[in-house]
């Protein structure tokens, strides 16, 4: 397994809102995340480096885990986890009231993949040149494509498709979704923030994936949200199954 990562403030942002974390153990397995804040002043910032530093921390109190078979109850803990964290401290600090963060998250080991999330920062996987999008949008707009009263190409451009409806840290419990999937060799996991998702097509994050070396794509991703207009804090996380030269 292979990783790497490029985040960005973007061109109109005041200060970047997104963050990331992504370990590879010994034995190969990895485990990532990335984190989109909401919240003003600084909240949501300290919302997403929140959420990061404990699910950090919760890897590092469980070493050796998760166990075959527990991956799932090991990772939606984590998310109940980054949760209470930020809940917790939005209590004790009024100033901080309401702030909150995305979350996806994704374990892979062997030739599985574990990926829990909540809110709209997706995962994907890219497998012989096809994007797939593995996670469901937590948001406004997606309720409305799955009622039928918009389409999916509306929901691009429609004015509320910023509003989540599920984030880390908002209420004392979250309802995350998790899924599992089988990795090949030559796999690649996409985790990003809507920054990269809102400014670049899927039809040209592909060609990029498919185009582009491996170390080089997260930066070539983040570099054409920017082009694209940078709207928004961009972050673009990539875990490779493949040798790791290239």
Excluded at 17 to 39: E, I, K, P
Excluded at 90 to 117: F, K, L, P, R, W
Aim: charged letters at 20%; one cysteine or more.
């Amino acid at each position: 397994m292979k990783i790497t990562a490029k985040t960005d403030i973007g061109r109109v942002r005041a200060e970047n809102q997104d963050c990331y974390r992504a370990v590879r153990f010994a034995d190969g397995s990895a485990w990532a995340l990335v984190c989109d804040g909401m919240g003003g002043a600084n909240s949501g910032r300290l919302a997403a480096h929140l959420a990061a530093d404990a699910m950090e921390a919760y890897w590092q109190a469980h070493p050796g885990e998760p166990a075959p078979g527990k991956e799932e109850t090991f990772l939606m803990d984590g998310f109940q986890v980054m949760n209470q964290c930020i809940w917790h401290h939005a209590a004790q600090n009024e100033e901080d009231e309401g702030m909150g963060t995305t979350g996806v998250c994704a374990y892979a080991h062997g030739s599985q993949a574990h990926i829990v999330h909540v809110g709209d920062s997706r995962a994907y996987l890219f497998r012989e040149g096809q994007l797939t999008q593995l996670t469901r949008d937590h948001s406004m707009v997606q309720q409305l494509v799955e009622a039928g009263s918009i389409t999916p190409e509306q929901a691009a451009s429609h004015p509320g498709k910023n509003l989540i409806t599920r984030a880390l840290g908002v209420r004392e419990d979250v309802r995350p979704e998790y899924q599992k999937l089988e990795l090949k060799a030559g796999d690649k996991l996409l985790l990003c923030t809507d920054g990269l998702t809102n400014m670049v097509p899927d039809e040209a994050i592909a060609a990029t994936l498919s185009n582009t070396g491996f170390f080089a794509a997260a930066e070539r991703l983040v570099q054409m949200a920017l082009e694209g207009g940078g709207t928004d804090n961009v972050t673009v996380l990539l875990l490779g199954m493949e040798p790791t030269e290239g």
